[in-house]
């Protein structure tokens, strides 16, 4: 129990599509991440939240839209996706150091085929 | 290149040890961490090393880092087949929440 849960695990949809993948962390953390994870290329950093706020969005189209309601819960909105974005997405916590320690905890991933 | 490389794979006998390399580029980074993830399943943090240090150890794994060549390198002693999956490098360039930069990973495997 890595104290990160995500759901669905698996999700196959199509593309006019609209769904949604959640995250939820236990550990008190107040820093938020979504990741994606294909085949070829390292983890990409998608989105950061720090305190509820958006820090981070590393030029991600449009039809990923993130939601952090609260430092608990963490959304990735999916709409009109495309084939290559098939794709492990994984959701990270952790505390906003003030040393640069990042210690980031990772949860299970959510499987996304878009067909 | 890469922000962050490392070899794809790399197979060892069960008992021995592994060493699994990686180089960075940020010389700015504060530290470097070792993820691993095994099949079907999330990035584990097993260690992290600050970047003012050499040498970490805890009990089977060895991190060792060559700040001057932006060198690090993963351990594990006495090799077993539960240590079968992907290591990722990672480093965090300090300052802002700007999350990690990992590598592509390295996968580990045993061979009997």
């Known amino acids: 129990e890595t104290g990160v849960t995500q759901t669905p695990r698996h999700l196959v949809m199509g593309m006019t599509n609209k769904k949604s993948l959640k995250c939820e962390q236990h550990?008190?953390?107040?820093?938020m991440y979504w990741y994606k994870q294909s085949a070829k290329k390292p983890l990409e950093l998608m989105f950061v939240?720090?305190?509820?706020?958006?820090?981070e969005n590393n030029s991600v189209p449009s039809r990923f839209s993130p939601e952090c309601p609260n430092s608990s819960h963490l959304f990735l909105h999916l709409h009109t996706l495309q084939p290559e974005d098939s794709a492990l997405y994984l959701c990270a916590s952790s505390q906003t150091p003030g040393t640069g320690l990042w210690e980031q905890y990772f949860g299970p991933g959510t499987r996304l085929t878009v067909t | 290149g890469e922000d962050v490389e490392q070899s794809l794979f790399l197979s060892v006998r069960e008992g021995d040890s592994s060493v699994i390399n990686c180089t960075y580029t940020?010389?700015?980074?504060?530290?470097l961490y070792w993820y691993k993830q095994e099949p079907g399943a999330g990035l584990q943090l097993l260690t992290y090393?600050?970047?003012?240090?050499d040498m970490k150890q805890d009990q089977r794994l060895t991190v060792l880092l060559n700040k001057k060549d932006k060198h690090l390198s993963l351990r594990i002693a006495d090799t077993q087949t539960g240590d079968s999956a992907i290591y990722f490098c990672a480093e965090s360039k300090g300052g802002g929440a700007d999350g990690l930069t990992f590598g592509k990973g390295t996968h580990l495997i045993i061979q009997p």
């Open positions: 940020d010389s700015s980074s504060t530290y």
């Open positions: 090393i600050f970047s003012n240090m």
């Open positions: 550990l008190g953390h107040n820093a």
């Open positions: 939240y720090s305190l509820e706020e958006r820090v």
